[in-house]
């Protein structure tokens, strides 16, 4: 979150600066966090010394301001910077996928998105969310217009990539959250049975799931939490720029493009589906229908 925020406002126009994240300062500023905000401000700039790209030395106000330039409330008009440092943070925890998320808001659209998966297979991803390749880390990047492309975090070349071409879901496999609390899955058994899908579902944390989804790894990516509670745009935004680049859809449970240009949250129906444009229909028809089943809608 310092790093990001500090290079952005050194590379951009102080003017034109403006971001959104979920985190604050508050915690680091009450009595008692001192300590650990010298190890955060002691560890951030041991890390700009050994990358050698700038010459600075934060304080630990720097730091703590660094952290609160993402309290933008965002919206349909001007560009702002949207951040997630660790999505999915039990997966970081415990050393399972998680994912560290940046996009480009102009006008209330996404104009382009990285995200860096620490943990996922640069080549592909198994069903028990392990690699069938030898290198581990990927980084995806996409800008609106000019498609997608991933690369490995220990350097590569960047690769153009696209989503599966299967129409048949029977064929498809599908990923979903780890986290049982951001995933009904009786629904989502549901809708699987009522698309004939035959393979396990893929459950891992974070926006890695939009990753796998661009690269082909996997067919479906579907979100449907508990409870009808608001999604941060940060959790979307540049995962879903990757999918749409790569030729995919990503829409809400009826079919509706995500809105981002509402703020910090999105407004949409229940659940978020990504998947490729032969898939999308059947999968938001059976997951309607599952939804009205579960009483979900109405």
């Known amino acids: 979150m310092v790093l990001v925020s500090v290079v952005l406002k050194i590379e951009l126009p102080s003017n034109s600066f403006s971001m959104v994240a979920e985190e604050d300062s508050e915690d680091l500023r009450k009595d008692g966090a001192q300590e650990m905000l010298g190890h955060i401000t002691k ?6 010394i050994n990358d050698g790209s700038y010459s600075i030395t934060l304080s630990k106000e720097d730091v703590l301001v660094a952290i609160d330039g993402g309290k933008s409330e965002g919206g349909p008009s001007g560009r702002y ?13 415990r050393g399972d996928q998680y ?33 069938s390749g030898d290198q581990v880390g990927a980084l995806f990047s996409a800008t609106i217009g000019c498609g997608s492309t991933v690369e490995s975090l ?22 979903e959250s780890y986290e049982r609390k951001h995933c009904m ?20 944390d974070s926006q890695a799931k939009y990753g796998a989804v661009a690269q082909g790894d996997g067919a ?9 509670s608001k999604e941060a745009v940060w959790d979307h935004a540049a995962g879903s720029i990757i999918v749409t680049e790569a030729g995919g859809l990503v829409k809400d449970a009826s079919g509706n493009d995500l809105d981002f240009s509402k703020g910090r949250y999105l407004d949409r129906d229940a659940g978020i589906i990504a998947t490729n444009k ?21």
Not at 154 to 174: H, L, R, T, W
Not at 220 to 228: L, V
Request: aromatic fraction near 8%; hydrophobic fraction near 40%.
């Open 43 to 48: 560890l951030v700039n041991e890390t700009i």
């Open 81 to 93: 910077w949207i951040l997630d440092p660790i999505d999915g943070t039990k997966g970081f925890i």
């Open 99 to 131: 994912a560290i998320g940046l996009a480009l808001l102009d006008e209330g659209k996404v104009v382009l998105g990285a995200m860096a998966c620490p943990n996922l297979p640069f080549k592909s991803i198994d069903h028990n969310g392990g690699s």
């Open 154 to 175: 220990e350097g590569s070349q960047p690769q153009k990539i696209s989503v599966c071409s299967i129409s048949n879901p029977v064929d498809a496999s599908f990923f």
């Open 185 to 204: 899955r009786d629904c989502t058994s549901s809708i699987a049975e009522k698309l004939g899908i035959q393979a396990p579902p893929v459950r891992i």
């Open 220 to 228: 479906i990516y579907w979100r449907f939490p508990h409870k009808r």
């Open 278 to 298: 032969y898939l999308m229909p059947l999968v938001v028809k059976a997951a309607q229908e599952a939804m009205k089943e579960e009483g979900i809608l109405g």
